[in-house]
């Protein structure tokens, strides 16, 4: 496995408010916005932040995420992690962006693992 980009988290109840203001925090505008139904989120890509929006219980489970590693492949990943006693909190899951995973590092810290689907040439 390898890391081959990082992304911060931005948790957000307002998405529409947000954008325009971490687009002129960045100088970066959105690359990619996309809904994930089945957990009530609607995620917006922005260079190294994605903005994260839903109700408070949508939002709940990811307040722990402290980082977003993105990775060129998740089940590597999971393996490398399973291996060093890290809990995997969120099995990989299909996403609209490729496939996801959270874990729980051994000294406490939870990151969300991504795995793009291939950009179409």
């Known amino acids: ?16 408010r947000a954008i325009p203001r971490y687009e002129a925090l ?13 957990r009530r989120l609607t995620i917006a890509l922005l260079g190294s932040v994605t903005l994260i929006s839903g109700d408070e219980q949508a939002l709940a489970p990811l307040r722990e995420v ?5 990775v060129d492949s998740i089940a590597d990943a999971e393996a490398q992690l399973r291996s060093s006693g890290a809990a995997i909190l969120q099995a990989p899951t299909a996403t609209p962006a490729g ?14 693992f991504v795995e793009p689907t291939p950009a179409r040439p």
């Open 99 to 112: 496939r996801n995973m959270v874990a729980r590092d051994v000294d406490g810290l939870v990151f969300e």
């Open 26 to 38: 960045t100088g970066v505008r959105v690359a990619k916005l996309f809904v994930v139904p089945e």
């Open 66 to 70: 402290r980082a977003t590693f993105i």
């Open 1 to 16: 496995m390898r890391i081959v980009g990082v992304s911060v988290p931005v948790l957000t109840a307002d998405l529409e």
